[in-house]
C-alpha cells in the first residue's frame, strides 16, 4: 500500500468506471439555474462522486464551489437505467492542461433514485 492510500480511508470501494454525466447546478430551492451541461465521472462510490468537466466557458468556473448544489444524471453505457441524484460539492480543484481547461469536483449524495 502505498502513502497516498494508506491516509485515504474510504467507508465504500471506489469504482474508477467513466459514465457520462448531465449536471444542472440548483439554487437553495432546489431549483435549476443553468443549462444541462456534461461531464464524466472520475470515480464512483455509495456515497458520491468524482465529477470530471473539461473545458467550461469563462466565468462558469466560479459556480462550481465547495457547497454549491447539482443536479445529476449518470447515464449507465449497458443499459436503459439513468440514475437521478442531487449532490453538493464537497471539494473542487481546476487544473489547467496543455490545450484545454479541467475540473474535478467531488459530489456527495443527499437525495438519489
Known sequence: MNPSQANERRKYIRITTVFP???TLLDESGQKIT???QGFTNNIGKGGLCLEVNDLW???WDRLHVGANLLVHIRLPF???L???CAHIVWCSRKQQ???SRCLCGLEF???E
Open 35 to 37: 443549462t444541462w451541461l
Open 83 to 85: 440514475i437521478t441524484a
Open 58 to 60: 469563462w466565468g462558469f
Open 21 to 23: 454525466v448531465e449536471f
Open 98 to 100: 496543455e490545450h484545454f
Open 79 to 81: 443499459g436503459k437505467k
Open 110 to 112: 443527499f437525495d438519489i
